[in-house]
């Protein structure tokens, strides 16, 4: 779908269309109908294994049975984040006497089964780590082709609920034959597993190399792209990648089938307040995965506060699954996101690059192709309700430097009669809660 063709379609129109467009078979689990919520260990810990002088941050079962009580005990698990995700080094140098992988005894003594029920008692799932390949990006054993069943068949045993499976140390023409048959893998299994799939992030995630309508098939989730990082630049440079390819990555996605910029690095040491709004406005625009890789046992308040944004996981969660666009760029480092949402919402996101001041950016709904019609905004990280205005009203926002200002949008007799727009009746719930 080119970006002209959707600009001239009135919003109605483009759900229609978009709903009609991603509307082919996803892997048939049924998992995943929104974008997973969770917490994944990968840029925060790393492959820290040294226990004896890092215990805290090192890659045990104590990290992730921490994790797992913030999760439970701080408000997250009601908001959605309920995974609770491995990462790669977790395992055993070795595979036991049966071939199967194993934990690293010292780090895991109790093993992962233990570790599945301590998540699961606590209301949330498990997700862990392999890679299809002769070893795991940090060396630990890989899944070779003869290994796939196996491999399966534990992970199911061990009571896990999330795979991500990784790419190194394995080519094209293998990778071609090993994700799709882990996908027939973990069906067989009986036991319901998500499975994230870093396959088109390793064939540079744009087609020929990459079949976005087979991946929708075979997996819940992928990595489109490059690792992130715990700073604004890496954040900026996944964004761009995203969105520069909207044309192909957009309508890969739906309920079940998301791509995967990788995780949240709010509450981490790279972004501002700002940049930190930014990211979590951008995943959810883009109907993200949404994995924080931070430490919850001391996060800092206002972080907190982005990530439980309830307006924000509204939006991300919004069961119509489509996946947002960027709309506009301007000349001025403005750049304008628009996500179409169920029941004739949609979300904004008003975006400046700027390294100056507060930009003023003017503009109104019928310039960024809404219908004729009275509407209503609510401001999502002011958590405010903004008079009704006509869509040809010129209105202002006020942008801060690598912020942004984010807008739930509604026509206005879809509006609450209190303006409580997200734990009322009238709009749909997200299927999570
Ligand atoms: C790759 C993946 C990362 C992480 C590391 C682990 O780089 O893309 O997300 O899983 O491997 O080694």
Request: aromatic share 12%; with cysteine; charged share 20%.
């Amino acid at each position: 779908m080119k970006a002209e063709g959707i600009a001239g379609m009135t919003p109605a129109l483009v759900i229609l269309v978009l709903a009609l467009s991603t509307g082919t078979l996803a892997l048939d689990n049924g998992l995943m109908r929104t974008p997973p919520m969770g917490w994944l260990a990968w840029e925060r810990f790393r492959c820290d294994i040294d226990c004896d002088h890092d215990p805290k941050n090192c890659i045990s079962e104590n990290l992730f049975m921490d994790m797992a009580d913030r999760l439970a005990e701080d408000g997250w698990r009601e908001l959605g984040y309920v995974y609770v995700n491995i990462d790669d080094c977790w395992s055993s140098m070795e595979r036991d006497a049966n071939g199967r992988l194993q934990a690293d005894p010292k780090r895991f003594p109790n093993g992962i089964p233990h570790l599945a029920r301590y998540v699961h008692d606590r209301g949330l799932k498990l997700g862990i780590y392999g890679d299809f390949g002769t070893h795991t990006c940090g060396g630990y054993p890989g899944t070779t082709l003869d290994k796939i069943q196996t491999d399966a068949q534990t992970f199911a045993d061990w009571g896990i609920d999330m795979l991500k499976l990784d790419g190194c140390y394995s080519n094209a023409t293998e990778q071609e034959k090993g994700y799709p048959l882990m996908s027939q893998a973990l069906n067989a299994t009986g036991r319901p597993i998500g499975y994230s799939c870093s396959w088109p992030a390793y064939q540079g995630g744009l087609p020929p190399k990459v079949n976005y309508t087979q991946l929708g098939e075979i997996c819940n989730l992928w990595r489109n792209y490059g690792d992130i990082q715990d700073s604004w630049s890496s954040v900026l440079n996944i964004a761009d990648w995203f969105f520069t390819n909207q044309d192909i990555l957009q309508p890969a996605a739906g309920p079940g089938r998301w791509n995967d910029p990788d995780m949240l690095v709010i509450g981490d040491f790279g972004l501002s307040f700002d940049q930190s709004q930014t990211q979590m406005a951008l995943w959810a625009i883009m109907a993200a995965p949404l994995f924080m890789s931070n430490d919850l046992r001391s996060i800092d308040a206002r972080s907190r506060t982005i990530l439980q944004n309830k307006g924000l996981i509204y939006i991300n969660q919004d069961p119509l699954g489509i996946q947002g666009r960027r709309l506009i760029k301007e000349q001025s480092g403005v750049e304008v996101f628009w996500r179409p949402l169920s029941n004739d919402a949609s979300a904004l996101v008003f975006f400046s690059r700027r390294e100056d001041m507060p930009y003023r950016y003017q503009t109104s709904l019928k310039k960024l192709n809404y219908t004729a019609g009275v509407y209503q905004a609510y401001d999502v990280y002011q958590e405010k309700l903004l008079p009704a205005f006509k869509d040809s009203t010129d209105f202002v926002v006020s942008i801060n430097p690598s912020g942004v200002v984010m807008w739930f949008v509604v026509p206005t007799k879809q509006m609450m009669g209190d303006g409580k727009l997200f734990g009322g009746d009238r709009l749909a719930k997200p299927t999570h809660l």
